[in-house]
């Protein structure tokens, strides 16, 4: 990331040590970006030793959570569930009702912000463009925003990418929206074969959205960097439910959480994301159906804390 956009996000992205023009010649900050050893972003870029998951384990680990939620239905802690959960290193994936759809809710935070970051890859400058956002709050789901863009405020677009993501504000999402270039979004969707959510009846599978998470981990769709990046600020969220919650506070998880009600009733929670257990990172995508929030999001820690624990015996 180059000039004003590395300088300002530097700040925004956790503090990356990321270099501006002024510093540090083009040709030099490749060699330093070459030279480190990527976190977030597929490891077999740097062509390390790998270890992978075998396909018997792999339905090992599936027989395990499907009889979990045969015992989570029975309890009325969920009503349905899909799973979709895949090795990294080139290993074997399993899917449980993966082709069934849901209301993707905040998760759609997540091709927002890999468009904009696209967006800022074409315009350095981007990220460090103002915009004021105004109106009442947007923020009224179950797990709240802990901080919010206020109206009338001044905020850079990258500022406000990081409050959509580290705090899912939906103020954020109206600001950037209103900044975006809505062709370059739209063309997003299409490049990331994934079809344009139309209105709030729009739905998805575990399967298919799990396809945003594999881009950004091997970075076919944003460069190395930025792909880095945003999956370095999607471990920053603030949200401690859902897929990080029984899960050591050492191990980084890049994830988003998506809640939906219906009717009044009708309850949706989703938490999907990447969990770089050490040296044998897996993508874990979990939404269910339920009259109970809470128990949703249990339901998805406990999922999470399955597959963990396996990993630990291997």
């Known amino acids: 990331m180059l000039g004003g956009a590395s300088i300002f996000l530097s700040g925004i992205f956790g503090g990356y040590i990321l270099f501006s023009n002024n510093s540090v010649s083009k040709s030099d900050e490749q060699n330093l970006r070459e030279?480190?050893?990527?976190?977030?972003?597929?490891?077999?870029?740097?062509?390390?030793?790998?270890?992978?998951?075998?396909?018997?384990?792999?339905?090992?680990?599936?027989?395990?959570?499907?009889?979990?939620?045969?015992?989570?239905?029975?309890?009325?802690?969920?009503?349905?569930?899909?799973?979709?959960?895949?090795?990294?290193?080139?290993?074997?994936?399993?899917?449980?009702?993966?082709?069934?759809?849901?209301?993707?809710?905040?998760?759609?935070?997540?091709?927002?912000?890999?468009?904009?970051?696209?967006?800022?890859?074409?315009?350095?400058?981007?990220?460090?463009?103002?915009?004021?956002?105004?109106?009442?709050?947007?923020?009224?789901?179950?797990?709240?925003?802990?901080?919010?863009?206020?109206?009338?405020?001044?905020?850079?677009?990258?500022?406000?990418?990081?409050?959509?993501?580290?705090?899912?504000?939906?103020?954020?999402?109206?600001?950037?929206?209103?900044?975006?270039?809505?062709?370059?979004?739209?063309?997003?969707?299409?490049?990331l074969g994934v079809e344009w959510p139309k209105d709030a009846s729009y739905e998805i599978s575990v399967r298919t959205y799990s396809s945003f998470f594999r881009i950004l981990y091997n970075s076919t769709f944003l460069n190395k960097e930025y792909s880095e990046d945003a999956l370095h600020l999607l471990s920053d969220t603030a949200f401690s439910n859902g897929l990080v919650k029984k899960l050591p506070p050492s191990i980084k998880v890049a994830h988003k959480f998506g809640e939906r009600e219906v009717d009044g009733s009708l309850k949706q929670f989703h938490d999907c994301g990447i969990v770089y257990f050490p040296q044998k990172p897996y993508l874990l995508c979990v939404m269910t159906r339920g009259n109970s929030f809470d128990r949703m999001a249990d339901f998805v820690a406990e999922t999470s804390k399955i597959i963990f624990d396996s990993f630990k015996k291997e």
């Not at 569930?81 to 009702?97: E, Q």
């Not at 947007?138 to 206020?150: D, S, V």
Request: proline fraction near 3%; glycine fraction near 6%; aromatic fraction near 10%.
């Open 35 to 191: 030279k480190e050893k990527w976190e977030y972003i597929n490891p077999l870029l740097d062509c390390g030793e790998i270890n992978n998951l075998s396909n018997k384990d792999a339905q090992v680990l599936k027989n395990k959570v499907l009889d979990f939620i045969t015992v989570q239905k029975q309890a009325g802690a969920i009503d349905s569930a899909a799973v979709y959960f895949r090795d990294l290193n080139n290993g074997p994936w399993f899917g449980i009702s993966e082709r069934e759809k849901f209301y993707p809710a905040s998760l759609l935070k997540v091709p927002l912000m890999m468009s904009v970051l696209r967006q800022s890859m074409d315009d350095p400058s981007f990220l460090g463009r103002q915009v004021v956002w105004q109106g009442s709050s947007k923020n009224n789901e179950y797990f709240k925003a802990e901080h919010e863009l206020e109206s009338g405020q001044s905020y850079a677009v990258g500022e406000a990418l990081s409050f959509m993501i580290k705090y899912s504000d939906n103020n954020a999402v109206d600001a950037l929206v209103s900044v975006v270039d809505k062709d370059s979004l739209l063309k997003s969707y299409a490049d």
